[in-house]
């Protein structure tokens, strides 16, 4: 009993020590905007899950799924356990894919390279470039900006394929807000001499402190039509979820695509500016109109003044409280209503504006006089 006890233990602890995790990439080049599979191959059965966790600081995992294979040739069995996962680059250039661990053992590390997306679009003397079929332009209008000032950034998405359920994030964060603006607009255009399916979507930007400020970029996530590859471990356990029939695509590949970040150098509030309010705006109007049949009243009968104030670049949150600027009188008291703020979009560019009624009431007879009312800007 002894004896063969030790020789099944022995039997178990051979078996695990050649177990084996492979890896391999589809393709060594992709273009920027593009994703790529990672296959892995695990000599025998097991229930864990590979770690992938190395993976995220290059990389989005955008998918994972996992096949079993038993095969008896001649009496022999063998078994393998495969993994696939989709993964789409967070920046460009050479990125080493980690070691992955996988039921205690560990695979080799891969490098793979991603092109740059030209200004021009794809360079065809640029290898793997010629594979890009989407990506990201991101054009800010100014780089030194004072600070809550906008900062208009236009994100262009260019494509030759068909996207499927695509959505284009570019979120804020506690140092800078971000507002999209307008609407979206679609053209062609032709770049390097090839023709790409273009959405323009513009945002404004407000950054709310001075100093170095680094925003991630636009984020496009969606699914892209794809053909089969081969697989390079001479048998894909899934094929079938990219069928091909007559040559054209009948499966979709989910992409994710970062664009560049956006990296402002911020400029502080300018000394001697009013410390009530700072307004970076690109125009400021202030227009007054009276309500009443003249600007004579008896004692206590109110008169009304609507202030409307309009800023352009600016979001009406941004706008000073009217009420609070003006100087009256002694004899004279102020009951202001609240305020209706409001913003609106001209081409790219945000325009707030307020607008305060102001009833005002003498206590007394007499003639009294409201200095005027200045906005600086």
């Not at 602890?13 to 599979?37: E, F, M, P, Q, W």
């Not at 979120?171 to 770049?191: M, P």
């Not at 609507?306 to 004279?332: F, N, S």
Request: aromatic share 6%; glycine share 8%.
């Amino acid at each position: 009993m002894k004896g063969c006890s030790a020789m099944l233990f022995g039997l178990l602890l051979g078996a695990n020590a050649y177990a084996t995790v492979k890896a391999a990439l589809d393709r060594d080049h992709i273009g920027a905007g593009d994703s790529v599979r990672l296959i892995l191959q695990y000599d025998g059965q097991t229930r864990d899950q590979p770690d992938l966790g190395p993976l995220q600081q290059d990389f989005d995992v955008l998918s994972t799924s996992r096949s079993n294979n038993v095969q008896i040739v001649n009496g022999n069995v063998s078994s393998h356990t495969e993994a696939l996962g989709i993964l789409a680059p967070k920046k460009t250039g050479q990125i080493v894919v980690p070691p992955i661990v996988w039921a205690g053992e560990r695979s080799d590390a891969l490098t793979l390279t991603v092109a740059a997306a030209s200004p021009n679009g794809p360079n065809p003397a640029n290898g793997a470039a010629t594979n890009e079929k989407v990506f990201l332009e991101t054009i800010a209008d100014q780089k030194e900006p004072y600070v809550q000032a906008a900062v208009n950034v236009t994100v262009r998405l260019y494509t030759t394929e068909r996207l499927y359920q695509a959505t284009l994030e570019f979120a804020g964060n506690s140092d800078v807000l971000v507002q999209q603006i307008g609407t979206d607009h679609n053209r062609t255009i032709e770049k390097n001499g090839r023709q790409y399916d273009a959405v323009e979507r513009h945002y404004v930007l407000f950054p709310q402190k001075s100093g170095e400020l680094s925003l991630p970029g636009a984020m496009l996530a969606g699914q892209l039509a794809v053909r089969a590859r081969p697989d390079r471990f001479g048998v894909d356990p899934f094929a079938d979820l990219f069928v091909v029939n007559g040559g054209l695509p009948t499966g979709v590949q989910p992409i994710r695509v970062h664009g560049d970040d956006v990296v402002l150098q911020v400029r502080p509030r300018p000394a001697g500016v009013d410390a009530r309010y700072w307004l970076p705006a690109r125009d400021v109007t202030l227009t007054e109109q009276w309500h009443a049949d003249s600007l004579e009243a008896h004692a206590g009968d109110p008169i009304t003044l609507d202030l409307h104030l309009r800023a352009e670049g600016l979001t009406a949150a941004q706008l000073p409280d009217l009420a609070a600027l003006l100087r009256m009188p002694a004899g004279i008291k102020a009951y202001p209503d609240q305020a209706k703020l409001d913003n609106a979009a001209q081409g790219d560019v945000v325009i707030g504006s307020r607008d305060q009624s102001i009833a005002m009431i003498a206590d007394q007879p007499g003639k009294f006089e409201l200095p005027p009312l200045r906005v600086t800007w």
